[in-house]
């Protein structure tokens, strides 16, 4: 991906240096890549900068740029932003990176705060040792395990359950990203000629098909997750009926 000094991207973008400086000041741009005392932006900062000019000339104020940046980056709608004046609203709360206490671990799992389990954890990167603390870079992972383990889902499978989703997603993605390796990239084993020009049209390509990937997988499991919810449902119903029930005062006449 191409990289750019601070100067070099406000040229590409159409902005000023200071402009740049302001907008990651105000946690809309994300900080560049450092190497020595150089950061180093890439073609999704540029992309975000061009994002952030469209929406101010048309009339979004920082406050709400933000807002609608971060329910992006974790996966909400725009509706989820506006039907709510709540500040304390699940997507506010999202808006940073938790730190969590083994003590609050321990409120949050009860006995099921095992080093074992803190250790699977940290093994499948939820959490992230921090001192005698752990930080948490997706506090949605955590908010479902916990919704998980009050129901009676023992935090074991959960997390059992985690790895193996994240193994499935690794290969959903490496489908994706397949889509345009075999359309730019050399077969193995065979020399790799792109120049600029062509490097740059994969950074762009990349870069448009992440969030449509993300909707597509999104929009499939919703799929999924009602076809699969409509047969464990069957299933119960099923099962229920053939669970014998108390015998009444005619089925006891009618075995006399």
């Known amino acids: 991906m191409k990289e750019y000094r601070i100067d070099d991207l406000a040229r590409e973008a159409r902005v000023s240096v200071r402009n740049v400086r302001v907008y990651q000041d105000r946690g809309l741009l994300p900080p560049p890549r450092k190497q020595g005392r150089t950061g180093w932006y890439n073609d999704s900062h540029l992309a975000r900068l061009h994002l952030i000019g469209r929406m101010l000339d048309r009339g979004y104020t920082f406050a709400t740029i933000s807002e609608l940046l971060t329910a992006a980056h974790y996966g909400l709608q725009v509706k989820d932003v ?9 997507w506010k709360k999202r ?9 609050e671990l321990k ?17 499948l990167g939820v959490l992230v040792p921090a001192g005698d603390d752990y930080s948490v870079n997706d506090p949605r992972l ?12 023992p935090l074991e499978g959960v997390l059992e359950q985690t790895a193996a ?12 990203v397949t889509v345009v390796a075999d359309r730019y990239l050399a077969a193995e ?22 969030p449509l990937a993300h909707d597509a997988v999104q929009s499939l499991f919703e799929e999924a997750m009602e076809e699969q919810i409509s ?26």
Not at 109 to 118: L, R, V, Y
Not at 165 to 176: G, I, K, Q, T
């Open 107 to 123: 409120r949050m799992f009860g006995a099921q705060t095992t080093e074992a389990n803190i250790a699977k954890g940290t093994e």
């Open 142 to 153: 955590v908010e479902a395990a916990q919704v998980l383990v009050d129901a009676g889902i």
């Open 95 to 103: 808006r940073r990176a938790a730190r969590l206490t083994i003590a």
């Open 165 to 176: 989703m994240r193994r499935d997603l690794s290969d959903v993605a490496a489908r994706f």
């Open 189 to 210: 084993g065979e020399p790799l000629e792109l120049d600029e020009a062509k490097v740059s049209e994969i950074a762009r390509l990349i870069d448009q098909m992440r």
């Open 231 to 256: 047969k464990a449902l069957v299933r119960a119903a099923r099962q229920l009926g053939e669970t014998p029930g108390p015998a009444t005062s005619t089925d006891t006449n009618r075995a006399s």
């Open 82 to 90: 506006l039907e709510t004046d709540d500040p304390g609203s699940r």
